[in-house]
Nanobody
Framework: EVQLQASGGGLVQAGGSLRLSCVGSGVAFDDYAIAWFRQAPGKEREGVACIRSNDGMKYSADRVRGRFTMSVDNAKNTAYLQMDRMRPEDTAIYYC?????????????????????????WGQGTQVTVSS
């Protein structure tokens, strides 16, 4: 059974940093598309960042580009989201998601966005709150 466990959320002041982790079990992170999404109260879910393994391509949403950095440690089966210079509008529940053996990979992560296809596996979410 594939499971994703997200952690690292918390309360941080504006301008501060947090690092989220997403550990995969029951699966090897060797052929994947992995993404972080977030959902703020009363708002729709939005994509934050994604990576695909076939060519290492990364994408970050405009709202976080230059502040958030996504990475994957294949050996640890863990994806990370380093969040710097955080803003109150970053407050949300953050979810990691994975598509294993994505075919084609650009359906899930491309240079232009998240491809529009639903990821198969989702973590439980971790709350991030940024105070002003």
């Amino acid at each position: 059974e594939v499971q994703l466990q997200a952690s690292g959320g918390g309360l941080v002041q504006a301008g501060g940093s947090l690092r989220l982790s997403c550990v995969g079990s029951g699966v090897a992170f060797d052929d994947y598309a992995i993404a972080w999404f977030r959902q703020a109260p009363g708002k729709e879910r939005e994509g934050v960042a994604c990576i695909r393994s076939n060519d290492g391509m990364k994408y970050s949403a405009d709202r976080v580009r230059g502040r958030f950095t996504m990475s994957v440690d294949n050996a640890k089966n863990t994806a990370y989201l380093q969040m710097d210079r955080m803003r109150p509008e970053d407050t949300a529940i953050y979810y990691c998601a994975a598509e294993i053996k994505p075919r084609p990979a650009y359906h899930f992560c491309s240079a232009y966005g998240f491809g529009g296809y639903e990821y198969e596996y989702w973590g439980q979410g971790t709350q991030v709150t940024v105070s002003s």
